[in-house]
């Protein structure tokens, strides 16, 4: 019986997230603007603390740099989600609908259909790149951003002729 349950429960499952990237999208999406806000601000004050390091004349961390790069890359992906999210709200799951005149809608005016599929697409994408500004919020907390490097001087100590290399 405990078998029968569990193989019960896995497609209810799957069925349930699915459907709440569709009826949750909106969420999603404003849940990824305020994501992508806080990820700017983040950024911002890594890139601050870069800035400083490089005008002191200091080396950034290989990590730092890999994480600018991710944070790049999941800005991008955002903000094309978000530019797709803006075009769906002005398309209709059927093109032809408003122009259409149905009888058996309520309201004098015709309504569209959403785009189903769009629309889970969008809330799957939305919440996968939530997930990872929050990653990528985590990792921000470097306790420095560069490291101390070898000052390149060469000198000659005393009279013995040794040269010392630091």
């Given amino acids: 019986m405990p078998v029968a349950s569990k193989v019960a429960e896995y497609p209810t499952d799957t069925l349930c997230q699915r459907c709440s990237y569709v009826i949750s999208y909106e ?6 603007k305020g ?3 806080r990820l700017r601000d983040v950024r911002d004050r890594v890139q601050d603390s870069i800035n400083e390091a490089r005008k002191n004349k200091k080396r950034i961390e290989a990590d730092v740099m890999r994480w ?65 500004i929050q990653a990528l919020i985590l990792r921000s907390r470097f306790e420095k951003v560069y490291y101390e ?18």
Avoid: M
């Fill in 27 to 32: 969420s999603y999406v404003r849940q990824l």
């Fill in 35 to 37: 994501g992508v806000e």
């Fill in 68 to 132: 600018k790069k991710d944070v790049q890359t999941v800005a991008n992906k955002a903000r094309d989600i978000l530019e797709q999210d803006g075009r769906a709200k002005k398309t209709c799951f059927c093109r032809w609908l408003p122009k259409l005149k149905v009888r058996w809608l309520r309201s004098s005016r015709v309504q569209c259909l959403p785009n189903l599929k769009l629309r889970y697409h969008l809330g799957r994408e939305a919440r996968r790149t939530i997930l990872d």
């Fill in 149 to 166: 490097s070898d000052p390149d001087v060469n000198y000659v100590a005393g009279d013995q002729g040794v040269t010392i290399t630091d």
